[in-house]
């Protein structure tokens, strides 16, 4: 897991979710992950005054989802030879690119095997403005189908190195010499299509507490809390069935008792 509040290309930047109720959504992630919210429709949530993620009903054009999914946003300095690249990859382009002047330009894309992500180019906002503290984003995955499809895919768009597990079906991409985000396949387990497909990992201080509070506010354990060399963690499903991981990191993962600003 990379240690900085910087957002090299292909490094997961920014998060979202459309929910039925905006207000259900924000009692739950306030309990969960002591999230707190401004602005709307689409509600901005902080960590001590820092943006990590929004939260949004439809718009009045879009159905209200069945279910809900996250939305991972992931880095590029040129979202336009991104999109290029996306193309010229086998991948489809499911939303062009929509700028908002003083934040960003994002767009929204599909990979070969189905799974949906986005596409972020900061102009002026890098992305979440905290990272690997409390509340805060700190990893993301995808879990795929096909991992070598996943992998040559995603590499050829981002340029990530990848280094594959010998006896694990799973991929670490880095970006710049840091490890930014992996490809899982357990297919089987987890979402392998859609936006669902993308599992986004947020830092709590117990992934036990977590899953306690996540029950009581109405959504659900899915995976139990186990310890793993990167931290104690936990998937909980939210009361609208959006998948994410929280995440007790390890000693040597921490980054700091500090809100980390992001600088790019």
Same mark, same amino acid.
């Given at each position: 897991?990379? @240690? ?10 920014? #998060? ?9 959504? @924000? ?9 707190? #919210?401004? *602005? ?6 902080? %960590? ?7 939260? =949004? ?26 999109? +290029? ?10 939303? *062009?690119?929509?700028?908002?002047? !003083?934040?960003?330009? /994002? ?7 189905? %799974? ?11 992305? $979440?403005? $905290? #990272?690997?503290?409390?509340? $805060?984003?700190?990893?993301? +995955?995808?879990?795929?189908?096909? /991992? ?8 050829? %768009? ?12 799973? %991929? /670490? ?15 089987? *387990? &987890?979402? !392998? ?11 709590? +201080? ?13 959504? /659900? ?6 310890? =793993?060399?990167?931290? &104690? ?14 995440? +007790? ?7 700091? @008792?500090?809100?980390?600003?992001? =600088?790019?």
């Amino acid at each position: 897991m990379t @240690q900085t509040a910087e957002y090299p290309p292909g490094a997961p930047a920014w #998060f979202d979710l459309a929910v039925r109720d905006l207000s259900t959504a @924000q009692h739950f992630y306030t309990e969960v992950l002591e999230w707190e #919210f401004y *602005e709307s429709p689409y509600a901005l949530a902080s %960590v001590r005054g820092r943006r990590v993620a929004g939260l =949004t009903e439809p718009w009045e054009s879009a159905p209200p989802p069945a279910s809900s999914s996250w939305t991972v946003y992931l880095s590029t300095d040129d979202i336009d030879a991104s999109l +290029e690249a996306v193309r010229d990859a086998g991948g489809t382009i499911v939303t *062009e690119r929509t700028d908002m002047p !003083g934040i960003s330009s /994002t767009a929204i894309v599909r990979d070969p095997t189905g %799974v949906v992500f986005a596409l972020w180019q900061a102009d002026g906002m890098a992305g $979440a403005e $905290a #990272f690997g503290t409390s509340g $805060a984003p700190i990893w993301a +995955e995808v879990t795929s189908t096909e /991992t070598s499809v996943t992998e040559a895919f995603l590499t050829a %768009v981002f340029g990530y190195e990848a280094e594959r597990y010998p006896d694990f079906d799973f %991929v /670490t991409l880095s970006s710049g010499g840091d490890p930014v985000c992996g490809v899982y396949g357990g297919a089987a *387990e &987890r979402a !392998g299509e859609g936006h669902g497909a993308w599992l986004p990992y947020f830092v709590v +201080e117990s992934s036990d507490v977590a899953a306690v509070l996540a029950e009581r506010a109405g959504g /659900t354990v899915l995976r139990a809390a186990e310890d =793993t060399p990167m931290g &104690r963690w936990t998937m909980l499903a939210d009361p609208f069935g959006a998948h994410f991981a929280a995440i +007790e990191v390890a000693p040597e993962y921490v980054v700091g @008792q500090e809100v980390h600003e992001a =600088t790019r």
